[in-house]
C-alpha cells in the first residue's frame, strides 16, 4: 500500500506545501519542531482539514476531489504522543475499541499475533493508570492495529518517554516495520530514531519537503542535516560477522567491516548504525598507534560548508555513505575535495546500543 | 412509618417523591444535552442559552411560576395549544413536575458541564480515529467518563426538586391529594392551629433527604476525578 499526500495549508504566517508519497514501510516525516510534520499527519488523519490539496492510500482518496472524510471513515490508527488510552476500559478494552468499529473485512484476524508481537499478554487485565509510560505506549500502538488500518500514523511517540523507555519502544516499531504489513508514517525530530526505523524519510522544512526519498539517500545527505540536530549522521546497513572473544563484534558492509561492543545477534542477521557525524575523525594516511579500532577507507563525495567554523564531509565507503563533521579549518588543512580518498577513524565505543537497529 | 404519619402527610411526602423522580428522569436527557452544547460547542447564543439556563437559580421562585402560568396555563400560548391534545400541566401533578424540572434544571447542568470539562478531548479524538462516530464517541467514551457527573447532578435535581415550593405553589396551586407536596404541606399545616406537629415530622423528612442527597452527590463528585484518571 502506498500512501500519498499532496497538501497546502496556511494559519497565521506558516504556510504548508508538501507533496510526497510513502511506499510500504516506514517513512519518517523528520523535521524541527514547528516544520509541519504534525500538521501533515493530522491532515492525513482528518483532524485539520488543509486549505486544499489530495490525500490517497492506495487510491482510496481520504481528501480531495471534492471528498473529505471524517476521522472515523479515514482508516487510519493513530498512535499519539501522550498515548491517550481510555481510562474506564482495561487494555483489553482498549485494543479491541477500534476493532470492534472495523468493518468485517478489515479486522485483523491475528489480534493474538499483535497482542504477543507487543507483549501485552501480562496487561490485558489492567487498566491504563496502572501502566507505565512505555507499557501505555505499547497498547496504543497494539489498540491502533486491531483496528485494521490502512495506514498507522505515530506523531513522536516516544517524545515523552526517558531514553530507557524509547530503547524498549524501539524494537517494536522495527517489528512494526518489518511485519506488520501496513505503510507507517512516523514523525519524528530525533536524528537516532530515524537512522533506526526509517525506510523512508521525508525531510521538511519551514513547511516545504526539503528532500524525500530511501532513507540511505536523504540522512546522509549533508543538506539535510542542518534539518536535524547536532546529533546528525547517516545510516550503514550491515550484517553480523565474526563475533570476537573480547566482547567485539564485527558488522560487515561491502568489503568493508567495523568493529562495535557485542551485538546479541546470529552470524549474517541485519543490523543498522547509526554512526553520528561528529564522532568521525577524517585522515589523508592509514593511521598507527591510536586506539580507535576502526580505519575504514572512504572517498570523499560531497563537502558541505556551515555557516559557522564547521562543515560536513560525505563519504562513500563499501557502498555505504557516512557523514563526518569536521571544522573548515580542517577542510582547508587536509586540502578536503571531492573524490579524494582517505580513512575515515570511528572508535568502536562511540556507537552505542541506542546507534544499533535491526 | 405510616402509622407515624398521618395519611394526609403521607400523601405529600409520596407525591414529592413522584414529582421530583419525573422531574429529574425527564429533565436529564435534555439536561445532558444542553451541558455537552454549552462546554463543547462554539455557537452564536451559546451565552443566552447559558444565562437562560440559570435564570431559575437567580428569578424569585414566584415569578418563575407566574412565568409557567403564562405560558403553560389553559389559555397560556403553549398550554391551550398542549390542551387541546389532552395535556394539561396547570393545576396538576404533572405541572408540578414541570415546576421542579425547570427549577432543579440549573443544578443538573452545572454538574454535567463540570464532569464533561474535566474529559479531554484529546480521548474522544483519538476514538475518532480508530473509526468510532461522533454518537459513537459520545456513547463509548464521553458518557462513561461523565456517568458520576451525571448522577451527582440528577441527585442534587432531585433534592432540589423535592423542596421546590414557589414556583410550584403558584403554578399548580396546594390541593391536597392532587399537588399538594411536601413543602407545600409544611406550608399548609403551619397556616392552621395545631398543624405544628405535622410540618415537625416532614420537616425532618425534608432535612433527611436533602443532606443525604448533598452526601451522595458529593461522593459522585470525587468519583468524577478518579474515573477520569482511570483509577
Known amino acids: 500500500m502506498t500512501v500519498s499526500v499532496d497538501i497546502r495549508h496556511r494559519f497565521g504566517d506558516f504556510a504548508l506545501d508538501v507533496q510526497f508519497e510513502a ?24 483532524l485539520i482539514t488543509p486549505d486544499s490539496g489530495h490525500i490517497a492510500v492506495d487510491g482510496r482518496v481520504l481528501m480531495g476531489d471534492g471528498v473529505d472524510l471524517p476521522p472515523h471513515k479515514r482508516r487510519v490508527g493513530y498512535v499519539f504522543q501522550d498515548a491517550r488510552l481510555f481510562p474506564h476500559l482495561t487494555v483489553q478494552q482498549n485494543l479491541h475499541y477500534g476493532r470492534w468499529f472495523a468493518p468485517k473485512s478489515a479486522r485483523p484476524q491475528n489480534a493474538g499475533r499483535i497482542i504477543e508481537m507487543l507483549g501485552l499478554g501480562q496487561l490485558l487485565t489492567r487498566r491504563p493508570a496502572q501502566l507505565s509510560g512505555g507499557e501505555k505506549q505499547r497498547v496504543a500502538i497494539g489498540r491502533a492495529l486491531m483496528s485494521g488500518p490502512d495506514v498507522l500514523l505515530a506523531d513522536e511517540p516516544l517524545a515523552a518517554l526517558d531514553e530507557q523507555r524509547k ?4 524494537p517494536y516499531f ?7 504489513g501496513v505503510p507507517i508514517l512516523y514523525v519524528s525530530h530525533s536524528p537516532s530514531e530515524v537512522a533506526r526505523l526509517a525506510t523512508t524519510v521525508v ?6 519537503v526539503l528532500r ?3 532513507a540511505h539517500d536523504v ?10 540536530a547536532m546529533a546528525a549522521g547517516a545510516m550503514l546497513t550491515t550484517t553480523v560477522g565474526m563475533q570476537h572473544e573480547d566482547g567485539l563484534t564485527e558488522l560487515r558492509f561491502g568489503a568493508e567491516s567495523l568493529l562495535v561492543p557485542h551485538v546479541d545477534k546470529p552470524a549474517g542477521a541485519g543490523v543498522r548504525v547509526h554512526v553520528e557525524a561528529q564522532d568521525v575523525m577524517l585522515s589523508l594516511e592509514r593511521p598507527t598507534g591510536i586506539s580507535a579500532l576502526n580505519v575504514i577507507p572512504a572517498k570523499v563525495r560531497s563537502i558541505r560548508m556551515g555557516d559557522g567554523p564547521g562543515a560536513l564531509v560525505q563519504l562513500e565507503t563499501g557502498g555505504e555513505r557516512l557523514l563526518a563533521r569536521v571544522t573548515r579549518r580542517s577542510v582547508a588543512a587536509l586540502g578536503l575535495t571531492e573524490g579524494l580518498e582517505l580513512y575515515a577513524v570511528l572508535k568502536a565505543v562511540s556507537v552505542s546500543r541506542s546507534n544499533l537497529g535491526s | 412509618m405510616t402509622d407515624w404519619l398521618s395519611p394526609e402527610e403521607w400523601q405529600a411526602v409520596l407525591l414529592s417523591l413522584k414529582v421530583a423522580l419525573w422531574a429529574t428522569v425527564w429533565s436529564l436527557p435534555l439536561g445532558i444535552f444542553t451541558a455537552y452544547a454549552l462546554a463543547r460547542w462554539r455557537f452564536p447564543g451559546r451565552q443566552l442559552l447559558n444565562g437562560l439556563v440559570h435564570l431559575p437559580l437567580v428569578l424569585p421562585p414566584v415569578v418563575t411560576g407566574y412565568l ?10 403553549i398550554g391551550s395549544a398542549l390542551a387541546d391534545i389532552g395535556i394539561v400541566f396547570a393545576f396538576r401533578w404533572t405541572g408540578a413536575v414541570l415546576a421542579c424540572a425547570i427549577m432543579a434544571f440549573p443544578l443538573l447542568v452545572r454538574a454535567i458541564r463540570l464532569s464533561i470539562e474535566a474529559v479531554d478531548p484529546k480521548l474522544e479524538q483519538a476514538a475518532g480515529t480508530l473509526g468510532a462516530s461522533k454518537p459513537w464517541v459520545f456513547i463509548t467514551v464521553t458518557l462513561p467518563l461523565i456517568l458520576p457527573g451525571v448522577l451527582a447532578g440528577a441527585v442534587l435535581a432531585f433534592a432540589k426538586a423535592m423542596g421546590e415550593f414557589g414556583a410550584t405553589i403558584t403554578f399548580v396551586s396546594n390541593i391536597p391529594r392532587q399537588t399538594q407536596t411536601l413543602p407545600s404541606a409544611i406550608y399548609a399545616f403551619l397556616q392552621v392551629p395545631g398543624g405544628e406537629a405535622s410540618a415537625m415530622r416532614l420537616v425532618i423528612i425534608a432535612v433527611v433527604i436533602a443532606m443525604g442527597a448533598v452526601v451522595l452527590s458529593e461522593y459522585f463528585s470525587r468519583r468524577i476525578a478518579r474515573r477520569v484518571s482511570g483509577q
Open chain 2, 68 to 77: 409557567l402560568l403564562i405560558v403553560f396555563g389553559r389559555r397560556g400560548v
Open chain 1, 167 to 170: 530503547e524498549a519502544i524501539l
Open chain 1, 219 to 228: 540522512l546522509s545527505d549533508p543538506a539535510v542535516t542542518p534539518v536535524g
Open chain 1, 23 to 46: 511506499p510500504q514501510g516506514l517513512t519518517v516525516l523528520f523535521g524541527r519542531s514547528g516544520s509541519g510534520k504534525t500538521t501533515v499527519i493530522n491532515a492525513v488523519a482528518g
Open chain 1, 212 to 214: 524525500a526519498g530511501e
Open chain 1, 174 to 180: 522495527e517489528k512494526l516495520r518489518d511485519e506488520a
Open chain 1, 203 to 208: 525531510a521538511l522544512q519551514n513547511g516545504k
